[in-house]
C-alpha cells in the first residue's frame, strides 16, 4: 500500500471516528461497509463505474449520515489547514 493510499485510508478512518460521535456506531458500521468501494475511488484506479455491490452498499447508508460524513470530510482541509486542490470534479 503506497502513501497515498494510506493517507486516504487514514482521511477515511478520522472521518469515520468523528461522525461516529454524533451519530452513533450506527453510522460507522455503514460507512465500513464502503469498504467494497475502495476498487472504484482509490487513486489511480481504472474502474471507471462502481461495483453493484459497491452500490448497494451505498444505498445502505443512512442520509443523514452520508451527509454527515460528506459535510465533515469537505471542511476537515480548511480546518486543519491543509490546502486541497482536486482539479476536475466531476
Not at 448497494?56 to 490546502?83: E, G, K, M, W
Amino acid at each position: 500500500m503506497g502513501a497515498s493510499q494510506i493517507s486516504q485510508v487514514t482521511m477515511f478512518l478520522l472521518v469515520v471516528a468523528l461522525v461516529a460521535r454524533t451519530h452513533g456506531q450506527t453510522c460507522p458500521n455503514q460507512l465500513g461497509n464502503l469498504d467494497v468501494c475502495a476498487p472504484f475511488v482509490l487513486s489511480g484506479s481504472t474502474d471507471l463505474l462502481p461495483s453493484s455491490e459497491c452500490c448497494l452498499a451505498l444505498q445502505a447508508v443512512d442520509h443523514d449520515c452520508l451527509c454527515s460524513t460528506i459535510r465533515v470530510a469537505s471542511r476537515l482541509p480548511t480546518q486543519c489547514n491543509f490546502p486541497v486542490s482536486c482539479g476536475n470534479l466531476k
